[in-house]
């Protein structure tokens, strides 16, 4: 799958500390490339789609969330990775 990276996608991503999670986070960016579409992904345990929201789901990585949008074109667009905690007040 196409995986395209919004700017508080990337400013998220240079908050995180280096080590496990970081390498966590990688191998869980090269899994969603690997899919071939969305219902793969929805296969793995750590992927949910989010309630109220079509299109919209989370990525679940240790204690932080990833959150991206399947667009049309059957892309995906990466919008935020932040602390359970924090990112629902962000996205979607």
């Known amino acids: 799958m196409r995986v395209n990276y919004r700017a508080s ?3 998220d991503m240079k908050a995180i500390p280096r080590g496990m999670l970081r390498d ?3 191998s869980a960016l090269q ?3 690997d899919a071939s579409n969305i219902e793969e992904l929805l296969t ?3 992927v949910k789609e989010l309630d109220g ?3 919209y789901y989370r990525l679940r990585v240790e204690k932080y969330r990833l959150g991206f949008r ?3 074109d059957g892309s995906l667009t ?3 990775f932040k602390n359970r905690s924090e990112i629902y007040s962000k996205f979607p």
């Open 9 to 11: 996608f990337l400013k």
């Open 24 to 26: 966590e986070l990688i």
């Open 70 to 72: 399947h667009e049309v």
């Open 78 to 80: 990466l919008l935020h």
């Open 31 to 33: 899994d969603l490339q």
């Open 53 to 55: 929201f079509s299109r």
């Open 44 to 46: 793995y345990e750590t």
